[in-house]
């Protein structure tokens, strides 16, 4: 224990000096000399490694695993980007360059579209022999893109089925599927239309389709039908504007 001394009539404790004192210029060469040791040691392996800095470049240079397509059940990468974001106007005329599947006898009506390209039964109809001789027979028309509306919740495996044939006849054309529309009254078939459009949405990306979400911009504040929208007048021309202003950038 320290001594205590009095000064000026009060007992002090008696200070005792550190054994070590450190001072910053020190820590700081030991710093160095610790960085330089480890940077010694690693050009010491790096330089007894012939293929060293070859190994490193090529790793360096390598594509990363998530940044290569990824191939989908079918083999076909998915390049689409979904859903197609808001483009310039397309003019109207593509629609009469193009193929229209599925539920679209209204639609059509309020645009010109061409003889023979036009297939307005509801999915459900198609039997599989009817697929694969519209798929065919859309093929020798060649048209521009294909629009494909299944506006009645079906059987997903059904759309697999169809769009399977569509791809066999026509791989390089561009293939649309626009989502269904919601409901004006009823709340449950909203459920089951916004679950069917997932599905769709699903089933695009996994065929590398392209999907136009139609369905969103027309739905009120409570999910359904906005009322601006329930006249055909006013419904046809609001989705036919949504199909030329979501045309994809890299269609192919």
């Known amino acids: 224990m320290a001594q205590k001394r009095r000064k000026h009539g009060k007992v002090e404790a008696r200070k005792t000096k550190p054994l070590i004192r ?10 160095f000399i610790a960085f330089a040791g480890c940077f010694a040691l690693y050009m010491v392996s790096a330089t007894s490694q012939e293929d060293y800095w070859e190994r490193e470049i090529v790793g360096s240079t390598e594509i990363p695993d998530d940044a290569i397509p990824v191939a989908t059940e079918e083999g076909t990468p998915s390049a689409a980007v ?14 009469s360059v193009c193929a229209w599947i599925g539920e679209v ?7 010109q579209t061409a003889s023979g390209m036009v297939f307005p039964d509801a999915v459900s109809r198609f039997s599989e022999s009817e697929m694969q001789s519209t798929a ?8 521009l893109a294909v629009y494909f509306w299944a506006n009645t919740p079906t059987d997903i495996e059904k759309m697999h089925t169809f769009v399977e044939y569509l791809r066999e006849a026509m791989p390089d054309h561009p293939v649309y599927l626009l989502s269904a529309l919601p ?3 009823d709340a449950e078939k909203c459920r089951k239309i916004n679950q069917w459009n997932e599905e769709l949405f699903a089933l695009a990306d996994s065929h590398g389709l392209y999907y136009v979400d139609i369905s969103t911009p027309l739905k009120g504040n409570d999910g359904l039908l906005a009322p601006e929208f329930q006249d055909e007048t006013a419904l046809y021309p609001a989705v036919g504007e949504m199909i030329l202003t979501h045309v994809a950038v890299n269609e192919v």
């Open 82 to 95: 979904n859903p197609v974001p808001e483009s310039a106007a397309a003019d109207a005329g593509r629609m």
């Open 183 to 185: 409901d004006a009254e």
């Open 105 to 111: 006898s209204e639609l059509t009506t309020y645009y």
């Open 136 to 143: 065919e027979k859309l093929a020798d028309k060649n048209p």
């Open 22 to 31: 450190f001072k910053p210029g020190v820590l700081l060469v030991l710093i």
